[in-house]
């Protein structure tokens, strides 16, 4: 179900080490899964995105990380600089549904 | 390229005045529109979507309603706001397949 109703947890980083995000997402027939980035005052921004039949996919910067067993995805930024501070939600879809079921949201600090 | 509007960006209203936000997409035919709300540091809940031209789903029981006049249109209303309808609203959309979902700038609502 959707995670809503809940204030975000915080992840601090200083600048330069590397950040992960986690997600659990509720529903073991979601087959897609997509990483945003929000910025405050702005709408959601892609970052990347899995199928379920792949557990790991790399970007710019980026590498998502999936483990359908236990239902949970992650976020990896590699040497996170100020710009990377927003709030990050992790999403899911079920083929068919057309529904984008987004998880919590974590709000990521990067200490200079 | 495809784009995505979304008017106004910030509205105040008092309670009891009505309520329309319009949604507009440009570059694509035929996308699975979606609104969304936001409050205050929390995470996005589906509140509609649409897969057609007045096909319109509603994800939760609301003082809110969605119509889909064009197809690359979406709009939000409601007849009377409540406090309670404060928040970030955001538009979406999504292609056909599996495919992630793009969304507009918001529109912050204060009902007071």
């Known amino acids: 179900g959707e995670s809503v109703g809940l204030h975000l947890p915080t992840l601090s980083v200083q600048e330069g080490d590397n950040s992960i995000i986690n997600c659990a997402y509720s529903?073991?027939?979601?087959?897609?899964f997509i990483w945003y980035k929000q910025e405050s005052g702005k709408g959601p921004q892609f970052i990347i995105d899995i199928r379920s039949n792949m557990d790991k996919r790399q970007g710019q910067r980026v590498t998502v990380l999936l483990n359908k067993t236990v239902k949970h995805l992650s976020l990896q930024i590699a040497a996170t600089q100020p710009g990377d501070s927003a709030v990050y939600f992790c999403a899911e879809n079920t083929s068919g549904t057309y529904k984008y079921i987004f998880g919590t949201g974590t709000r990521l600090k990067v200490l200079a | 390229s495809q784009t995505i509007h979304q008017w106004p960006a910030t509205l105040v209203q008092p309670v009891g005045s009505p309520l329309s936000l319009e949604c507009t997409v440009e570059g694509t035919s035929n996308p699975n529109l979606y609104w969304y709300r936001q409050a205050a540091g929390r995470g996005l809940q589906l509140l509609f979507y649409?897969?057609?031209?007045?096909?319109i789903s509603s994800e939760v029981p609301q003082n809110l309603s969605a119509s889909r006049p064009q197809d690359r249109q979406f709009i939000l209303s409601s007849k009377k706001l409540l406090l309670s309808d404060s928040g970030f609203y955001l538009c979406?959309?999504?292609?056909?397949?599996?495919?992630?979902?793009?969304f507009g700038q918001g529109t912050r609502l204060t009902v007071v």
């Open positions: 649409s897969v057609g031209i007045g096909q």
């Open positions: 979406a959309w999504s292609g056909t397949g599996v495919t992630e979902a793009f």
């Open positions: 529903n073991s027939a979601s087959d897609y």
